[in-house]
């Protein structure tokens, strides 16, 4: 029975393949049973002439108009023959003349039936008719007609085309013309044609109408049907006679409706989804081999078995539910699982569509496996859960900023570090979050555009201000972030070192001879910068950037500063340089200047002798509040001998005395250097080993080390 059932479906298909080409032929078709006279086919145009639902009923009573089989039927020739039958009839219960061609082909379901196609050639009966009547009516309606017509000797010269033919070809032949065949006939063709017309001549029968390729004037090749018949003269053929139709654009469209079927074939038998039509009983009727591999079947094992059979018992629901919205004429999705031939279920997404198909109701369904996809995406859900909570309790903050700088992204850590909720961090740079001195933003974006643009970058400080007016160091380890070898923003570890910092900066009191405290002033009363210079270089000596203000050549504090520094010349003949000329620009430049910068001023005689002691000591006052502010040390050298002891006395109040630190009084020195060899270390951020200080020290590693009362191993 599913043998029967499948020869069923495909017979079916093939029926509707048949009759889509069929019904766009311009002639007239049916087709009937030989053996109960019953139409199993018709076209439309011959419906359309006969105003009869054709199908099942007996060709002689509705095309013939008689109550039994016709007295000239071919049905018996044809059988007998298996060969094309040509003839012509004048059917008068229709009151139209035809030219038959009857064969006999195999039907869909394997039996034999009879093809019958008709060509109306009333008007050329009726042209025969008119000739014995009137030439001149003859001549007028051959002018008129509707398809090319031709007349031709037994030389082979055409002597006379109408109208229409000569639209077929372009020609226009004038009285007395003649043309050769072989000036209208393509080349390729032209062997066949004189064939034909021999065949014709003597009386045997050939194809009719004959498939010739006609060259137009343009050159263009033209596709036409010619019927040619004889024209006798005393029992002798003196010449021929046919007509024309140009078919040119039905075979293209015969053509192109072939390409596209081939090419829809191709489709459905090379896509790697799945496609498959059931009916209304849902049966398969059609499943391509890509549902085969999906699943591990032989799809033509499938034909006219049941659809769903296969699903996981617990997507029956969701399935259901998308039939019947398919059957309600809507499209529909649902998602399932379906066992293989090896036993193990794949998920699919099948999408529905609701089609005709033989006059008859039909679901077409689009196939796409998407199990490796399901578990991709499960795993990629676990990987951003882990990433978001990795993200989110990194005990750093972190930031993401896009390439405008604007914070797109942060965690729990980066709310806590700048005191600000999610709403307020998000869509802002990070120095409206915090502020920053000028020169720490113009490094800071300096850093940012350079990652962009392809440097690394491991890490590097700042100081900020927080909306709560705390300040904090922060170290920052900028990562650029990719899609698809497209930069999208930078990823920013910002990490809060304030408390390392501040032990730092203990360390560095600790390694100081002086007691130099940050946010201060100090001025050391010297004939010569003696003091000063020496505090100026211990600050150097623990690792504080310093810059030196002087009047003084640079190579005169060279020979007794061993380290970097920066230095600024005051001179007022250097307008153009790095000179400066009135105390204010020395507060400019300081203000500019990174938080936690060591400085050394020693012009301020020169200050005094040019401004006058009220605007230096306004300078002085105004450094006052400035290094409050970043946290620097600046040393003032003065001789005393320049000014007045009110005015000294002035300059001392907004100042604090250089002094000798206590801590370090009682260490040796050997000790000293080991300590500031190591705090430089920790400054780069390297906790050195003991192998590293016995090799800076050549010494080898002790069984012990005592520290004094109060201090702790450093690194």
């Known amino acids: 029975m599913a043998k029967s059932e499948k020869i069923k479906q495909d017979g079916n298909i093939q029926y509707e393949s048949m009759k889509t080409i069929l019904e766009k032929f311009p002639e007239y078709i049916y087709i009937s049973d030989p053996t109960t006279y019953e139409i199993v086919f018709a076209n439309q145009k011959l419906k359309d002439i006969t105003g009869n639902n054709l199908l099942g009923k007996k060709c002689y009573k509705v095309l013939q108009g008689k109550t039994k089989p016709c007295d000239f039927c071919t049905n018996d020739l044809i059988l007998k023959t298996k060969l094309p039958h040509v003839w012509d009839h004048e059917n008068t219960h229709l009151g139209r003349h035809f030219l038959h061609t009857d064969q006999i082909i195999e039907w869909p379901d394997g039996r034999e039936v009879r093809f019958e196609t008709a060509i109306d050639i009333t008007d050329q009966k009726k042209i025969e008719k008119i000739l014995k009547e009137s030439e001149d009516r003859y001549w007028s309606f051959i002018e008129t007609a509707s398809y090319g017509f031709f007349i031709m000797d037994v030389k082979e010269q055409i002597t006379y ?18 043309l050769q065949i072989s000036d209208l006939i393509y080349k390729d063709d032209l062997e066949r044609a004189r064939k034909s017309l021999e065949l014709i001549a003597s009386g045997t029968n050939v194809e009719r109408p004959g498939i010739y390729r006609l060259k137009h004037v343009n050159g263009d090749i033209r596709t036409t049907e010619i019927n040619t018949m004889p024209i006798y003269k005393d029992n002798l053929v003196i010449g021929f006679h046919g007509t024309v139709v140009d078919i040119t654009l ?39 081999p890509a549902s085969g591999r999906i699943l591990g079947h032989n799809p033509e094992e499938w034909i006219g078995k049941k659809a769903g ?109 700048f005191r600000q909720e999610k709403d307020n961090i998000l869509g802002q740079t990070l120095d409206q979050i915090c502020i920053m001195d000028k020169i720490d933003l113009d490094y800071f974006n300096q850093v940012i555009n350079s990652v962009i643009n392809g440097s690394r970058v491991e890490r590097f400080e700042l100081v900020c201000t927080c909306e709560d007016g705390t300040d904090k160091w922060l170290e920052l380890s900028p990562i650029i972030q990719k899609s698809q070898d497209s930069i999208y923003g930078i990823q920013l570890i910002i990490k809060d070192i304030t408390k390392r910092k501040r032990k730092e900066v203990e360390m560095k009191k600790k390694l100081m001879r002086f007691e130099l405290e940050e946010g201060n002033l100090y001025l050391a009363k010297e004939t010569r910068p003696m003091q000063s210079l020496e505090a100026f270089r211990e600050l150097l000596t623990v690792g504080y950037p310093g810059t030196l203000i002087t009047r003084e050549s640079k190579k005169d504090y060279d020979r007794k500063l061993d380290f970097m520094f920066r230095y600024i010349k005051v001179s007022e003949s250097n307008l153009l340089g790095s000179g400066i000329t009135s105390p204010e620009s020395i507060t400019e430049i300081i203000s500019e200047m990174p938080r936690g910068e060591a400085i050394m001023i020693d012009c301020l005689e020169y200050c005094i002798s040019r401004i006058g002691i009220q605007k230096t000591l306004k300078m002085i006052q105004d450094l006052r509040d400035l290094v409050i502010d970043k946290h620097m040390i600046v040393i003032l050298s003065l001789d005393p001998i320049v000014i007045d002891e009110k005015e000294l006395k002035l300059i001392e109040l907004e100042t604090r005395t250089i002094l000798h630190s206590e801590s370090l009084i009682k260490l040796p020195e050997k000790l000293l250097e080991t300590l500031r060899y190591i705090g430089s270390l920790n400054k780069d951020g390297v906790r050195p080993s003991y192998s590293d200080l016995g090799s800076h020290f050549d010494i080898s590693k002790p069984y012990s080390v005592n520290f004094p009362l109060g201090m702790k191993p450093i690194g």
């Not at 004429?329 to 033989?358: C, F, Q, W």
């Open 309 to 417: 059979t296969h699903k996981h018992p617990d997507d029956e629901k969701s399935s259901m539910e998308a039939i019947m919205k398919v059957m309600n004429g809507e499209p529909a999705s649902s998602e399932m699982r379906v066992k293989s031939l090896d036993g193990t279920y794949h998920l699919l997404d099948i999408r529905y569509n609701p089609m005709m198909l033989n006059e008859e109701f039909h679901i077409l369904g689009m196939v796409t496996d998407i199990t490796e996809k399901k578990k991709a995406q499960t795993e990629l859900k676990k990987s951003e859960e882990k990433f978001r909570n990795l993200f989110e309790y990194f005990p750093d903050s972190i930031v993401i900023l896009n390439t405008e700088g604007l914070i797109i992204e942060c965690n729990t850590v980066t709310m806590k570090l």
């Open 250 to 288: 039905r075979v293209k469209s015969q053509d192109l409706l072939k390409e596209k079927t081939e090419f829809l074939d191709a489709v459905i038998n090379n896509t790697t989804d799945g496609i498959f039509v059931i009916n209304e009983d849902f049966n398969y009727v059609l499943i391509n």
């Open 161 to 178: 085309v109408n109208n229409q033919a000569s639209e077929i070809c372009g020609l226009k032949m004038a009285d007395g013309e003649v």
